[in-house]
Each structure stands twice: as structure tokens, then as C-alpha cells.
């Protein structure tokens, strides 16, 4: 980010959230780089910047679409990193239909079930008469062919097709049919720009509440700093995600950063901002349960075989290192499993459990509610203030007959049941509660050994600076423990279902007080050979893990890190004593690149696009890519190389793909597949928003997860009878001086002290319209819950027009939570929330909600729960109100204009 | 001991015949990078072992919810809201510093008095606007608010007014010509707390830190003591060890840097000379001029506004500044009173 010359920080409040990186945003700022925030709030990221562009929360795809519209209509896109490195000249199927076309839903939508065929979005793979003769020929196989596996092999509501593959898309092979005049009206590049045309800056004033003055600001600002000489960055974080159609935010970012050619470039790029220590860590060696590590999806019930999987995730003639999915699920398995992972048993496959549905956080707090979970493990999480619809959390912790808490202090997740907030209202008696609650203490970080991976993919070493006191413990201890203590239970079943647990690889060395050595783990992650002379040597590089159980490794994308036996995640030479890239100061995954795709850092004939903006290039003397960085491309192919027919994986890369994960080496402005929700972002309202849809008569996004419960009200939008009763947005966010629901930070009284009250913040005009003084009570009603909070009354927050009305924002942190065990306590912010989510990723949507505010405490007791009750009441809810798919045409079109077809084309 | 205003005083540990004097340490404070992370804050009270403060109860002014520097709190981050018109004020005021003639160098502010009354017409010529610009020279683009952030610490002036009324020799100037107290020797009686300034020193009237679920603590932990004076001591033990002061080495933006007052004042005038190219007229020191009352400050800051907007006082006079004046006065006062006596004698004996 330092190597930025304009930095676009939207839907992330840096500074405040991410303070220490924002140090390079700072060094930006100081080489003269221009900053514009683009948020609902002025926060301290604001602070610095050189720009605030308020924005209606939610509305962000609107704001960049119509920055695409801008680049295309005024012919600002880097034409030669377009036409080389993209998908723009690829045709696209002639059955697929637009939003522009449908009234905001894309070809292939199914109302019943909620979901989108996606085969209409493929590339065309027949040669058409109105394909130029120069249109290459097809390879079999092509992105998004029907007959690609798990294309729409529907599960209930919550199943989402993007974890069926790895992070590198769906499978596909080779080229499709291109037009590289980019005229066809079938190619990515006019579907683009006729997709986009109604996103102006008209729009942008109409939805955002942005002015036209600020768009052309924000517009000119990332247009002058693009191209060959200059780059400008994006930085999000949930911000963007936690959304309905959080995923799409961020594809529309990646349009425009394509188009503009800031992608794998130095200062380029779009910084996706994890929220604490290690969530980048969670994902690649992941805690979700669609993922296995490294981005492998988790196997589906109805993948049978090895070879189903593998050839689920990729096939052997699609371009690039996903191609090699067998060699990176054989040695994972033959890490897990040893000596019990071989060829005549799918290598130990069937060990893994298999996904019969989505998983997700919210679908087992469903199931925990109906009384089908029985125990629940929560570690480094306090889901009773930090989750969404705050209750709901509450209410199915008491459905379950054990959990377990690991923390490091008695936490509202373990407290809930003596003095949680449905204790005082009534609705939960303590001594009917037969959830048996097991409390655990947890290490801190400096009382472990480890590795942390930040936003940039950097592992870090930390080393144990003192043990833990008591019986603190750390997770790798703890489970090493548990482990031992379920083999030991079980050493003499028969039963098969046990084999998976006693036939892990379950030995680790440990030291004086029993813990397990953390390095030894790492060196498991990166892998070593199994055969050959190199027999349990550590393995140096990804490209040398094999599928044939010669290799073993734990993380494919880690392996590296412990090369030659060194533990590269402890590399600590200063910054003064290295150069910019700084390759010497931890690890980055893969094989320590600090910018991934560089291979565009140069231009299709191997050169830097400029001096200024330099970092790999191809050395024609040594017949080799070189450069600062690490180059993300096989090292030896030439820029021109034509990869030749029939070729699949990294072979079949040719001199010009630098995206050596996508099917098709190209950047996709188009995503033929992966998208559950579309092949392009198009915007749709949040699920509760104070304006209807400007663009679409399709308010909501179609494929959102839908939990329709009483418990989980969703308030009328804008339009809907009842609308009235919640007039006000709200958003929830983080402060610099909490820690997520608090369990690291309300307990210390140095962190307490700093933001010891939950607060809520207003504007003036807002505090105006509802009697609320300064530093003095509210109450925040939602269709969930009523808490209340201290106002804050400040400038920060702007009244925008979005609508054609006054759009209110109400600015609440999530830190506080009700108990009597932290130094500060206070009402959670989180339990005003409902639970929607992302189709994509299932990703509640916890940055915009509808709420009331009136002066004053709430209520005590059972009146609290009165008090919401009578508001659903008045706006008349049910569990259907707001929750339907699709937005029922004959009730919108009348009075709106239809859309203009090929207007602002060209 | 007692210095005079106006005099120059290079080193203060020279001037405390130190005979192996170091050089002098300080701080320089950039507000116009700080982001109001508070981390210098916490760094601050972890190093030092403070205790909490206050009631954990959120005062409605801004993010401040510390209030103020005192005895606990030894560095305190203010958060001021402003508006446009406050934001012409202060770069108006900041020009008319430079119309003086001392560009970059960061003249006093105590001496801008007259600065407010500078025609603001000067201010408002358009460069406020939101129209894109990609000058160098442009004036930022966001003035319609602002939000600023300042850590602020103890001056470790020159001529230190505590040390100068301190009875028992509690406070003293180490051999880095910074003040700090000696927590052995004080006895509480709270003349220092009246003599500052800044209004930094305070005597702390109770608490020990309490962490709820408490984790083992060194044995050799410093307990804070209740009643005697205390403010920040540059991290004395800490410099002893060549270590950086726990709010330096924590800045995350390095909006708070320490090192020799010498390096710290000519980055200081660097950066300064830097924003007001940027057209940032607003920027101005605090704490550079050897001329000011307390002879200059060991902490200097870079503010985006006049001292009082900060809390900071305008015109910092060390109050034993007057004292050879006053002494002057009162011998007089003594003599004539002397001659009254003895002329009263003389008379008398006459009779």
C-alpha cells in the first residue's frame, strides 16, 4: 500500500480497526499518495484521509458500478492489461439474459428454489456465423460447460456453490471463443458496459446520497492514478462482506480493478482486511466448515470417491495450479493419516466427513434451537454478544445439554444463564436451564508459541515469552489433549467409525509441562517426502507435492515456510537492513510472494509497465522471469509462449496468463461460474432498507438465506405497509480501544476505561427529530430486540438524500454485553440484529438494519419484551414480511420506467 | 537554579552541572499524523504500572473519555470536532503566523494574539472546495470537518516550574534534562502541582491496578503509591536502558517520536515547513521557542490549531519566572521597611 498513489479505503474503518497496518497507508499519504474514505461515518480513518465521501450503507455496488460505467464511457480503461490479461474479449453464450433484460434478475433464476442454473453464463464454445474468422478455435471443456460437476446438484436453502471448489473458481479448461475487436455484443466487454449503463453519477446521487461533485472527485482521483506510470488501491473489510451480497462488493471492485490495471501491481491491488490476529490464518488453515486447508472444499455426501472430489475441484485440462488438486488433497490426507492413507483406500478419503448441507453458524443455531445439537465448543468467541440477533444466540445455548467455553475470562457466552438478558426479562429461568456449561481457561498470545497470518498472508512466529499461569492452556495443548484422551477411550473399539480418530497421525513432541512443540506442527503444515533419498526432509515448494503419497503436507499453500528445516516464519531482519519487498522478515504464502498474480506487473512482452512501477519482469539473457518479488508465474515461460493443445494445469499456461489460478489464466470481469448470485454485481437493497430498489424492481438479492422465524423478524422496507414503525438505518462497527464482543478488552481495565459505555451515534439533525441530548439515554428498537445506549451527538455523522427522502444513520459499536463478570458492561448492539445471509459465503448482514430511536432508558423486565412485541405489532410483521425472493413485478413495474435497453452504450 | 525567560538554555542538564551530560531527550508529537489509536495511552500506563482511571463512565465528549493528564493518565489523546468555519480560523490564524515572516520555523504561539484577527478573506478563496486537484500545492480536500487528534504528555520544560517550587528535592533534572519525580522522597505536599503550567503534575489519591481474573505478576512489580506526585518520566528507566519511551515505541503512525531534542526540533521544523507547502497554513509548533515562558519544551508538538483549541495554555509561564523581580520588590519593600523601623527607633529615642 506504501507504493500507492491513491488509496480507496470503502466499507473498512482502517485506522481505527487496523491501526498498525495503516502505518503503510500513513507512508503513503507521505509519498504524497491521495486517501479518500468512502464510509457512512467520519471515523479516524477519516481523520487523515484526504477525502470523506459519505455513503448510504449498503449501497456500495451501486457507487462502483457507476465507476465502471465512468471508465468505460469515458475510455479511461487500460486497453493493452484489458485486451491481454482478461476475460473481455471472451464470448459469452447467447441464452444468457441481463438484469437490464429481467428487471434485475440474471437468465437461469429459479423461484422455487431460490437459486440460479448458472449454464447460461457460460463462455460459448461453438463457432457462431457472426464470430470473426480470427476467433480461436475452442478447446473442450471450456469455464461453466453444463456439464461441469456440482454446477446445481441444489442442497437446501444455505448451500452455496462457491464451496464446492477451490479458491481458483470451478473447474473449466482451456479458451473459449474470443472477440478481440471486443465489438461482438456477446463479449464480456459490451455485456459490461450495457449491464453497467444505468449506474451514472445520477444514480450514484439518487441511491448513495453521494453528490455528483464528490463521484467526479472520487472518479478523477482513481482514473488519474491508474495506468502504466501510477496505481491506486482498494482496501475493504466487513465493511463490504457483511452484506447480502457482500461477495459482489467486492467482484465489482475487482471489475474496476481490472479494467484499470491495478491488479498485481505494486501499490495496486484490493486489500481484503482481516479483522484480528490469525483470520487469514482461520481461512487458510480454516474453521469453517466448508473448507479444508488450503482452500480445498469440504467433500459433499454424494462425492463417493477420491477421484469424484478432485475431479470436482479441477480437472487435468484446465490451466493453472488448481489442475494439481489430486497432489494437494493426496498429501493432505497422507498427513492426517499416515501410513493409513494409501492408494487402495482412496487415501483414507472416506475419513472425511462429508457435507450432506450447509453448516454455517446460523444453521446450527437453528438446529440448536429445535433441539438437535447437544453440545457446542466456543472458542475465542462470545456469540452471546458478538453474533448476530444476540437473543437467538442466548435462547439456543439453553436448548443444549453441554458447552464449552474457552476463554480467558468468564465471558456472557458462559454467564448467560445467571445474569443474561433473558434472565431479567423472564423469558429464561436459571433453574430450568439444563445446559451443562464447562469453563476452560486459555492462554493468552504471549503465553504460547505459534504463528499469527495477517492480512497480507504473512506468517509470523511468536515465541512463548512467559508459561501460562494455572490452568490456563493453549488450543494446540488442549486439543493435543482431548485427542489423546478420545483415542485413549476408544483404543479398543472395533467399530469403523472410530478408525478416522484412532488412525490420526496424533504425535507430536512435547516439552517439560506437557505441551505440544508448535514448530512441530508447522513442520507437519509444510509437508516433507515420504520416499526417495529426501525421505522426511522438509518439502521447499508447493510444485513438489505429488499425488502419488510420495509427499505429505498439511496446508498445500504453506509449504515453504519450513524449507530446509528452517522456520522461515521467524525471519526477522529489520526493514532498514532489506529492500522494499522486505522477503526477509516472515512468510508469506505461497513460497513467499508478497503480490500475488505479478506476473501483470509486466506488460504482455515481459516488461515493466513503467520504471515507477516495477516488480517482476522477464530476463531474456537468462531466459527467466526475475525480479523484486518472487514471480508468480512458472519461472521459465516466455512471455510469448503459446501453451500447446491438449496441455492442462501450469503447462497449459500460456506467456500471457498472469492469473495462474483461474481456469482460464485471465482475470475474470465476467465469472462465467463461482458466483452463486450472478456473473456480474448488480445492486439490491439490503434486507431491511429505507428506499426502495432505484435500479431494479428486484429489491432484495434473489438468492440471499432466508431464516423466516418469529424470533427473527425482519422490518418492512420502504414501500411495504408498516415501513414507518422503523424509520431509521442503523450500522454496526468496531472501535479502536474494544476487542470484537469484548472478551479481550472490556476485562481490562486500561482498554474498560477508554470506551467504558455502549454509545450510539447521531447526527444533529437526527438528535433534533427525536428529542436525544448529549451523553444522555436512548433506546434502539428493532424487530429483534430494545437496547439502549449513551448518545453521542456529532457532525461525524451525516443526514444523506437518498430516495427522495432523508436517509438517518445510526452509528452503534458492538463491544458491550450484558453480565456482571467484565470491568464494563452494557447493552449489545448485535442483538438489534437479524439473521440474513450471504448466498455466496453466509455472512449475516450486520452492516445495515432498520431501527427506531426514542429518548430515554428502556424498560426493565418483562416490559422490555412488551415493548418489542407492540412495535412488530404495529408495523404488522410476520415471519414473511421481507422475506420473499423475489419482488413481485406486477406490484413494482407500474410507474417506473423500464429500463432503456442500449441506452449510454458506446 | 531558577532560570530567567529569554534565556537560552541549550541543555538543562549542563545547567544542572551534570559533568557527564548527555544529550537532552525529548519528544516530538506530529498531531497531523496521530489517529487517535490511544495505544500511547495503554503502552503508557502497561510500562509504567498506573492505575485506571476515573469511573469507567463515558464523559459525551468525543472518543475522550480520560479527560484529562493527571497522576494516572501520562499521555492523554484529545479528540476536537471542529467545523469549516473553525477550520478557516486555524489555517488563517496559521498563515498570518507565517506572514510574520518565520516560515517553517514555528514562531510561539503564545504570540499570535493578534493572529485571529487576520482577515479570514484570505482563507476562503475557493482552495476549500471539493473540486479534484492534483496540484501539489493543493490545499487538502476535506475541510467541510475535521476531527483532530492529539497526544498530548508532560513538557519537560526547560526551566520546569515543579522542579523550581519542589521543597524536598523530589523532582529533579536527570542527566537527559528531563524531569522526573522521585517517588521515594516526595512527601505529598502538592507545591509542584500548583507550580506547572501545563497543569501536568498531579498527586494520585488512590488506586493500585486490579485486573479482575489476575494473572501472575513479577514479584518485582512497582506498586503506585497513593498521595505523592506523579506525571510521566519520559520513561527514565527505560532510557537508561537505550530503549525507547513505551508511547513511541507503540505509535503505530509514528505520530509520537523521541530521540535528541536537537533532531526532534529540526524534524519538527522540517515537517512543519513541509505542510505549509501542502498549503496546511495551519501547522504550527508548540513547544520550539527558546523564548517562550518556560524556555522551550522538551516535548514539542505540531498542532493543526491554536494551543487553547488542544487545552494546551497559549502563553506557558513558568511561575517562578518572577522571582528575581519579586525578590528585587521585596528586598526593597524590606529595606524601606528596615529604614521605617529604624527611622520609628530613631524617632522614638528621641523622645
Known amino acids: 500500500m506504501a507504493n500507492a498513489d491513491c488509496i480507496v479505503i470503502q466499507g473498512s474503518n482502517m485506522a481505527e480497526c487496523h491501526p498498525v497496518g495503516f502505518q503503510w497507508v500513513s507512508e503513503a499519504k507521505a509519498r504524497g499518495a491521495r486517501i479518500i474514505h468512502v464510509d457512512p461515518r467520519f471515523t479516524r480513518t477519516t481523520a487523515i484521509a484526504d477525502k470523506h465521501v459519505p455513503i448510504r450503507a449498503g449501497s456500495d455496488v451501486v457507487l462502483l458500478g457507476a465507476l465502471i460505467n465512468y471508465v468505460l464511457t469515458h475510455d479511461l480503461w487500460f486497453e493493452e492489461y484489458v485486451r491481454a490479461y482478461t476475460n473481455a474479449s471472451f464470448l459469452i453464450s447467447e441464452q444468457f439474459r441481463d438484469t437490464e433484460d429481467l428487471e434485475g434478475l440474471f437468465s437461469g433464476y429459479d423461484p422455487s428454489t431460490g437459486k440460479y442454473d448458472p449454464a447460461s453464463w457460460a463462455y460459448q464454445r461453438e463457432r457462431r456465423d457472426s464470430a470473426p474468422e480470427d476467433a480461436q478455435t475452442d478447446r473442450p471443456g471450456d469455464a461453466g460447460a453444463p456439464s461441469d460437476a456440482s454446477a446445481h446438484d441444489g442442497y437446501g436453502d444455505g448451500e452455496a456453490e462457491g464451496e464446492s471448489h477451490g479458491s481458483g473458481g470451478p473447474p473449466a479448461a482451456s479458451e473459449p471463443l474470443r472477440d478481440e475487436t471486443l465489438q461482438d455484443p456477446s463479449t464480456v466487454f459490451q455485456i459490461l458496459k450495457r449491464h453497467y449503463s444505468r449506474y451514472t453519477a445520477e444514480m450514484v446521487r439518487e441511491a448513495c446520497g453521494i453528490s455528483e461533485a464528490d463521484f467526479e472527485y472520487l472518479a478523477r482521483s482513481i482514473t488519474e492514478n491508474s495506468g502504466r506510470e501510477r496505481t491506486t488501491c482498494f ?163 439453553s436448548h443444549l445439554k453441554w458447552m464449552v467455553v474457552r476463554d480467558f475470562s468468564l465471558i456472557e457466552s458462559a454467564t448467560w444463564w445467571k445474569d443474561g438478558p433473558e434472565i431479567d426479562s423472564g423469558e429464561l429461568r436459571t433453574e430450568e436451564i439444563d445446559t451443562e456449561v464447562f469453563f476452560f481457561p486459555a492462554a493468552t498470545h504471549v503465553e504460547k508459541a505459534g504463528t499469527f497470518t495477517q492480512t497480507q498472508r504473512l506468517l509470523q512466529w511468536r515465541h512463548q515469552a512467559v508459561s501460562p499461569p494455572g490452568d490456563c492452556q493453549s488450543e494446540l495443548a488442549f486439543f493435543y489433549e482431548l485427542g489423546l484422551r478420545i483415542r485413549e477411550r476408544l483404543k479398543d473399539s472395533g467399530d469403523p467409525r472410530d478408525r478416522p480418530l484412532l488412525d490420526l497421525t496424533w504425535d507430536y513432541p512435547v516439552d517439560d509441562d506437557g505441551d505440544p512443540d508448535a514448530l512441530a506442527v508447522l513442520a507437519e503444515i509444510n509437508g516433507r517426502h515420504l520416499t526417495g533419498p529426501d525421505r522426511g526432509k522438509p518439502l521447499s515448494s508447493y510444485t513438489q507435492i505429488k499425488a502419488d503419497g510420495s509427499t505429505e503436507g498439511g496446508c498445500w499453500i504453506y509449504t515453504g515456510v519450513y524449507a530446509d528445516g528452517v522456520n522461515h516464519a521467524a525471519d526477522r531482519v529489520p526493514g532498514q537492513e532489506q529492500d522494499e519487498i522486505a522477503a526477509k522478515w516472515g512468510w508469506a504464502w505461497p513460497a513467499n510472494r508478497r503480490i500475488l498474480y505479478n506476473r501483470a506487473s509486466a506488460d504482455p512482452q515481459g516488461k515493466p509497465w513503467s520504471e515507477r512501477k516495477k516488480l517482476v519482469w522477464w530476463d531474456e539473457a537468462a531466459r527467466k522471469w526475475t525480479g523484486d518479488d518472487i514471480p508468480d508465474f512458472p519461472v521459465d515461460r516466455a512471455p510469448g ?115 467504558p459505555e455502549m454509545f450510539c451515534e447521531v447526527s444533529p439533525e437526527l438528535a433534533a427529530e427525536r428529542g436525544l441530548e448529549q451523553n444522555g439515554w436512548a433506546t434502539l428498537v428493532s424487530p429483534r430486540a430494545a437496547i439502549e445506549a449513551k448518545v453521542l451527538i456529532t457532525e461525524r455523522m451525516t443526514p444523506l438524500e437518498s430516495g427522495g427522502r432523508t436517509v438517518h444513520q445510526i452509528g452503534l459499536p458492538y463491544h458491550w454485553g450484558v453480565g456482571r463478570e467484565a470491568v464494563v458492561s452494557g447493552d449489545a448492539a448485535n442483538d438489534l440484529l437479524g439473521i440474513t445471509l450471504d448466498p455466496n459465503v453466509h455472512i449475516q448482514e450486520s452492516k445495515v438494519g432498520l431501527c427506531d430511536i426514542r429518548p430515554g432508558r428502556r424498560p426493565r423486565g418483562a416490559a422490555l419484551v412488551d415493548m418489542v412485541t407492540e412495535y412488530q405489532q404495529r408495523a404488522g410483521l410476520t415471519p414473511q414480511t421481507g422475506n420473499e425472493r423475489v419482488t413481485d413485478p406486477a406490484r413494482e413495474l407500474p410507474g417506473r420506467e423500464l429500463p432503456a435497453g442500449e441506452e449510454g452504450q458506446g | 537554579m531558577t532560570a530567567q525567560p529569554g534565556r537560552q538554555v541549550a541543555n538543562p542538564t549542563a545547567d544542572a552541572h551534570y559533568e557527564h551530560p548527555h544529550s537532552r531527550r525529548g519528544f516530538f508529537t506530529d498531531t497531523s499524523i496521530c489517529i487517535g489509536c490511544k495505544a500511547c495511552e495503554v503502552a503508557c500506563k502497561e510500562w509504567n504500572r ?63 494574539g493578534s493572529a485571529r484577527t487576520a482577515p479570514s478573506a484570505t482563507a476562503s478563496t475557493g482552495e476549500t472546495g471539493g473540486a479534484p486537484s492534483s496540484e501539489g500545492t493543493a490545499p487538502p480536500d476535506s475541510p467541510e470537518f475535521r476531527w483532530l487528534m492529539s497526544s498530548d504528555v508532560c513538557k519537560h520544560c526547560t526551566n520546569a516550574g515543579c522542579l523550581d517550587v519542589c521543597p524536598t528535592g523530589a523532582l529533579f533534572r536527570t542527566e537527559y534534562g528531563t524531569v ?93 515547513a513541509q505542510l505549509h507547502e501542502q498549503g496546511m497554513t495551519e501547522a504550527r509548533l508548540y513547544g520550539a521557542n527558546p523564548d517562550d515562558g518556560v524556555g522551550g519544551t522538551g516535548s514539542i508538538f505540531l498542532l493543526l490549531d491554536e494551543p487553547e483549541v488542544y487545552g494546551l495554555p497559549p502563553d506557558p509561564r513558568v511561575p517562578t519566572a518572577d522571582l528575581p523581580r519579586m525578590f528585587k520588590r521585596a528586598g526593597l519593600a524590606m529595606a524601606g521597611m528596615v529604614a521605617a523601623t529604624a527611622t520609628a527607633f530613631a524617632l522614638g529615642g528621641r523622645r
Open chain 2, 180 to 272: 522526573v519525580v522521585q517517588e521515594d522522597v516526595c512527601n505529598g505536599c502538592g507545591t509542584c502541582v500548583a507550580g506547572c503550567p501545563f497543569g501536568v503534575i498531579e498527586r494520585r489519591t488512590d488506586g493500585l491496578v486490579t485486573t479482575p481474573p489476575s494473572r501472575d505478576l513479577p514479584a518485582s512489580v512497582k506498586r503506585p503509591q497513593t498521595g505523592i506526585a506523579q506525571k510521566c518520566t519520559l520513561c527514565y528507566d527505560r532510557m537508561k536502558d537505550d530503549e525507547t519511551p513505551a508511547c513511541a515505541k507503540t505509535c503505530p503512525t509514528t505520530s509520537i517520536k523521541y530521540g535528541r531534542r536537537e533532531e526532534m526540533l529540526s524534524t519538527a521544523r522540517e515537517r512543519v
Open chain 2, 50 to 112: 498506573n492505575p485506571a482511571d476515573g469511573d469507567y463512565e463515558i464523559l459525551g465528549s468525543s472518543y475522550d473519555n480520560t479527560g484529562a493528564l493527571g497522576a494516572n493518565t501520562w499521555r492523554h489523546v484529545a479528540f476536537i470536532e471542529q467545523d469549516r468555519e473553525r477550520i478557516e480560523q486555524a489555517r488563517s490564524s496559521g498563515r498570518a503566523l507565517v506572514d510574520l515572516g518565520m516560515p517553517g520555523v514555528g514562531p510561539p504561539p503564545a504570540r499570535t
Open chain 1, 235 to 397: 482496501a475493504y473489510a466487513v465493511g463490504w462482506t457483511q452484506h447480502t451480497l457482500g461477495a459482489q462488493f467486492i467482484r465489482t471492485a475487482s471489475i474496476l480493478q481490472l479494467l484499470l490495471g491495478n491488479m498485481g501491481r505494486p501499490g495496486g491491488g484490493i486489500m481484503a482486511l482481516r479483522g484480528h490476529a490469525s483470520i487469514q490464518g482461520s481461512t487458510d488453515i480454516p474453521t469453517l466448515f466448508n473448507l479444508l486447508p488450503g482452500y480445498l472444499p469440504m467433500p459433499k455426501a454424494e462425492l463417493e470417491t477420491v477421484q469424484d472430489y478432485i475431479g470436482a475441484i479441477a480437472s487435468k485440462q484446465q490451466k493453472g495450479f488448481w489442475a494439481n488438486a489430486d497432489a494437494y488433497t493426496v498429501s493432505l490426507l497422507k498427513a492426517w493419516w499416515g501410513d493409513a492413507a494409501q492408494p487402495d483406500n482412496d487415501w483414507a478419503y472416506d475419513y472425511l466427513p462429508r457435507l450432506t448441507g450447509a453448516h454455517g453458524t446460523y444453521q446450527t443455531l437453528t438446529e440448536m434451537l429445535a433441539d438437535e445439537v447437544e453440545g457446542y465448543f466456543i472458542l475465542g468467541q462470545n456469540p452471546a454478544v458478538g453474533s448476530a440477533n444476540g437473543r437467538m444466540q442466548r435462547m439456543a445455548m
Open chain 1, 641 to 755: 509462449t503459446e501453451a500447446p493443445d491438449g496441455s492442462g494445469g501450469p503447462d497449459a499456461l500460456d506467456g500471457d496468463d498472469p492469473f495462474i489460478m483461474q481456469a482460464d489464466g485471465k482475470g475474470w470481469l465476467f465469472a462465467p461460474k463461482g458466483m452463486v448470485d450472478g456473473p456480474l454485481p448488480a445492486h439490491y437493497e439490503p434486507q431491511e432498507s429505507p428506499v426502495r430498489n432505484p435500479l431494479y424492481a428486484q429489491q432484495p438479492n434473489a438468492t440471499r438465506e432466508l431464516f423466516p422465524r418469529w424470533d427473527n423478524l425482519t422490518a418492512a422496507s420502504r414501500g411495504v405497509p408498516g415501513a414507518e414503525v422503523y424509520p431509521y438505518m442503523f450500522t454496526t462497527y468496531r472501535l479502536t480501544e474494544q476487542h470484537t464482543a469484548g472478551g479481550m478488552s472490556r476485562w481490562l481495565p486500561y482498554l474498560a476505561e477508554l470506551q
